[in-house]
């Protein structure tokens, strides 16, 4: 028997500073988060791709302060139609190809809304896509909503990088890795910053050793679905 884990790194176009190449760094069974912004984003993600990653869109939506904490352009919103939020989704799903899923960027106001959040969710069911809730809301309804529209979900049991320096950061992996042995699967998701993707490399070096296998989340996803 083995423990997956699935490790997500999100706002690579986005992370403050950072590393010229993290593909060269991360082992290609990290999947990797990019919001649909930044210069030569579609060549970027085709490189990840290359790299051996699974990559997701990262899709910007409402957080309770907006708009003081503004997400960026195009953002999903509760004071907007179906109609309207399903326009932008497919501005936003135009940003670059190949992702094998959609992810949220901030959005707990959003994400806190079935109303809302509902029609875009059908709209992914739609195209084939997973849905990741990278864990930061503990009033996210995604798991409900997911489950409703028969769309394949996963949500990140820990938040690598809450606290961003190296021993925290290895603190949170380890438990990630206890619930992995305890379920047989978990996943965990982390920023772009250069600490996350330091001590990411190093635990994903050691961790089959520890009888802990680094997967994509697709593999997470099957895995969940079939048990």
Not at 54 to 68: G, I, K, S, T
Not at 163 to 173: E, I, M
Not at 203 to 223: D, Q
Request: charged share 20%.
């Amino acid at each position: 028997m083995w423990a997956g884990t699935a490790v997500q790194l999100f706002d690579l176009a986005q992370a403050p500073n950072p590393p010229r190449n993290p593909f060269a760094k991360l082992p290609g069974p990290v999947t990797l988060g990019f919001a649909p912004y930044g210069a030569d984003l579609d060549r970027t993600a085709a490189r990840a791709r290359e790299s051996g990653h699974e990559l997701l869109l990262q899709v910007p939506m409402e957080p309770f302060d907006y708009p003081d904490n503004d997400p960026g352009p195009q953002t999903l919103l509760t004071s907007l139609d179906v109609a309207q939020n399903v326009d932008r989704l497919h501005w936003l799903m135009s940003r670059f190809q190949g992702y094998v899923g959609i992810a949220n960027f901030m959005g707990a106001r959003f994400t806190s809304s079935e109303q809302a959040l509902a029609p875009v969710l059908k709209e992914a069911a739609k195209r084939g896509l997973i849905y990741v809730d990278d864990g930061t809301s503990a009033r996210s309804v995604a798991s409900q909503v997911a489950g409703a529209n028969n769309l394949a979900f996963a949500k990140a049991d820990v938040v690598l990088d809450t606290l961003p320096t190296a021993a925290d950061v290895d603190r949170a992996l380890n438990r990630l890795e206890a619930i992995a042995r305890d379920r047989g699967v978990a996943v965990g998701s982390a920023n772009a910053l250069p600490v996350s993707i330091e001590r990411i490399a190093k635990w994903a070096k050691a961790a089959e050793s520890r009888g802990v296998l680094l997967v994509p989340i697709t593999a997470v996803i099957a895995r969940a679905k079939s048990s």
